[in-house]
């Protein structure tokens, strides 16, 4: 395995969760990690992604302001901090890496398994 993602759960509304993804090696310290999301019944799209220094960070205008990406380089882990969840939010989260940059989910290359948020309202 590539990308472990964990972190996923069932949330009330208006809560927080934290998810996390650790690359399996440092070859992924040089790449561009982020995170994408299926909700249910709709294509994937892009959340939020993190150059590989951990200072450029990206997001999906609907979520600005309430997800939070972060990276712990020594870890090779990013960090996906989510605040004041919406039931709409309930989705398969994956995480995903690559060399390219930006909100196309085709630039990233390399994708972990996914984990669930189930929000309930």
């Known amino acids: 395995v590539q990308l472990q993602a964990s972190g996923g759960g069932l949330v009330q509304a208006g809560g927080s969760l934290t998810l996390s993804c650790t690359a399996s090696?440092?070859?992924?310290?040089?790449?561009?990690m982020g995170w994408a999301r299926q909700r249910p019944g709709q294509e994937r799209e892009f959340v939020a992604a993190?150059?590989?220094?951990?200072?450029?960070?990206y997001y999906a205008d609907s979520l600005r302001g309430r997800f939070a990406i972060s990276r712990v380089i020594a870890n090779n882990t990013i960090y996906l901090q989510m605040n004041s969840l919406k039931p709409e939010d309930t989705a398969v989260y994956y995480c995903?890496?690559?060399?390219?940059?930006?909100?196309?989910?085709?630039?990233?290359?390399?994708w972990g398994q996914g984990t669930l948020v189930t929000v309930s309202s």
């Open positions: 993190i150059d590989w220094n951990g200072r450029g960070k």
């Open positions: 090696d440092s070859s992924f310290s040089s790449q561009a």
């Open positions: 995903l890496a690559g060399h390219g940059w930006g909100s196309s989910l085709s630039q990233y290359n390399t």
